[in-house]
C-alpha cells in the first residue's frame, strides 16, 4: 500500500514541477452568471452555458416534473429497460431539430464519440482527425482500431493528401479497402475558430470518405433556430454523422448522435457506451428536450440575438487591447498566454479582481499554448463584458503579462 501511495506522490510531484498541477474549485452555488466559491462572488467567465439556459424555469420545472414521474435514476442500459419515454421524446425532438431521418441521445458527449467512431470504424479501416479534436475523439479513435492519421489543423491540403494516400495504401490480397472517416469540430472548444465545412463536404465527397462532424460548440448558437454551423452553411445533409452535446448550450447534459435511421440502428447495436451504460437520467432528458424548445423558439432568437452582441464587446475591448481573436465570431475568447505558469497567475489575478476565468494548459491544450479561456454568455450584461476588458487592460500581452 505505501508503494502504491508513493508511486502516485511520485508522479504527482512531477506534475507539479511541470506546472500542470489542476484541483477542484468547490462552489456553493449554481455555475450561474455569478459563482460563489471560497467564500467570495466571482463573475463567470468559464462557462459552456452559453445561452444561460441551465437556470432557466423552463429547464428546471422539466427536469423536475421528469424526476416526479419516472424517478431519479433509469434502472438499466437503455436495452434492458431503461429505455424511458423522456429519451424517446428527447430523440425525436433532436432528429427534428438537426432535418435528420434519427437521432439517439448517449449519457455525454464522450460517451457519444467514444461509442460512435469505433461502432463506425475498425481494424483496415482508417480515421482521420483534425489536429485540434476534442479527447473524446482522439480516444475514441484508438479506442477504434482504425489506422490514425491527423491533418494539420483546418488544413485541406494537408487532409487532401491523407485521403489521396488512404487510396492507395496497400491492402491485404483479398481484403476489401476498408471505410476511411473524417472526424472534426465545426467550432474549436479552445480557440472558437470553425472549420471550413463546405469545403470539408466537398472534399470527402471527392474521396468516398464519411464526415463526423462534433458541433459541441455550435448547437443552440449558429444556423437557423440554432441547428449549428453545418445549418448554416447548408451542408447539414451531406455529413454522414453529426455530433452534438446536451450540456453546453443546450443547459442540460448528455450527447447526441444525428444522421440516418440505419446509422441510429447501428449504434444501438454496437455503440458500447450505449449498450453497456445505464441510461442518462430522466431528468437530464427532459430538460434536454425543454432545452430545444426554448432554443428554436423566438425566446431562443433573443438569446442568440443577446449573446453575440456580448461577444462583438468582448472581441472589441479584447482587439483594442491588442489580443488576437479568432476570424469568426464565437462565444470561445482564448486569451493565449503561452507559458503554462504565466497563465495560471494570469488566472488568479482575475480572480482577485472578481472574475472567474480558467487557465487552459496541456494536455487539453498543446505545451506552450496555455491560454485563458474566456466563454461570453447570454446572461452577462454589458456591464459584465466592459468591467471584464477593464480588468484585463492590467495584464496586456505587451505589457509581458
Ligand atoms: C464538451 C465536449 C465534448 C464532451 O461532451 P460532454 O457532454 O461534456 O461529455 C465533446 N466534444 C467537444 C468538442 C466538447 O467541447
Known sequence: MTAFVETLRCRLDGI?????????????????????????????????????????????AAAAEAAR????????????????????????????????????????????ALGTIPALVGPGDVVVLDKLVHACIVDAARLSGAKLRVFAHNNLADLEGILRWSQTRPRPVGEPPGNVLV??????????????????????????????????????????????????????????????????ALGAAGGFIAGSRELRELLINRARSFVFSTAPVPAASAAAT?????????????????????????????????????????????????????????????????????????PTVARSAARLRVTVSAAHSPEDVESLVRALADGRPADGL
Open 290 to 362: 425543454a432545452g430545444l424548445e426554448v432554443v428554436r423558439s423566438p425566446a431562443g432568437d433573443e438569446l442568440r440575438t443577446q449573446l453575440w452582441s456580448r461577444v462583438r464587446q468582448l472581441r472589441d475591448g479584447l482587439a483594442n487591447l491588442g489580443w488576437p481573436v479568432p476570424a469568426e465570431p464565437s462565444a470561445i475568447l482564448p486569451l493565449i498566454v503561452g507559458d503554462e505558469a504565466a497563465a495560471v497567475e494570469l488566472a488568479s489575478r482575475l480572480r482577485e479582481a472578481g472574475f472567474f476565468v480558467p487557465a487552459i494548459r496541456y
Open 183 to 248: 472526424v472534426t469540430e465545426s467550432v474549436f472548444s479552445m480557440d472558437g475558430d470553425q472549420a471550413p465545412l463546405t469545403d470539408l463536404v466537398k472534399l470527402k465527397d471527392q474521396f468516398g470518405a464519411w464526415l463526423m462532424v462534433d458541433e459541441a460548440h455550435a448547437t443552440g448558437l449558429y444556423g437557423r433556430q440554432g441547428r449549428g454551423l453545418a445549418d448554416a452553411l447548408g451542408v447539414a445533409g451531406r455529413i454522414e454523422v453529426q455530433m452534438g452535446t446536451l450540456g453546453k
Open 69 to 112: 414521474r419516472f424517478g431519479a435514476g433509469s434502472g438499466a442500459s437503455r436495452l434492458i429497460c431503461g429505455s424511458l419515454a423522456p429519451h424517446h421524446e428527447l430523440e425525436a425532438a433532436l432528429a427534428d431539430f438537426k432535418g435528420a431521418a434519427a437521432a439517439l441521445a448517449f449519457s455525454s458527449g464522450y460517451a457519444a
Open 16 to 60: 507539479r514541477e511541470q506546472g500542470l498541477w489542476r484541483e477542484l474549485r468547490r462552489l456553493d452555488s449554481p455555475a450561474g452568471r455569478w459563482i460563489e466559491t471560497g467564500g467570495r462572488r466571482l463573475l463567470n467567465c468559464a462557462s459552456n452555458d452559453y445561452l444561460g439556459l441551465a437556470a432557466h424555469p423552463v429547464l428546471r
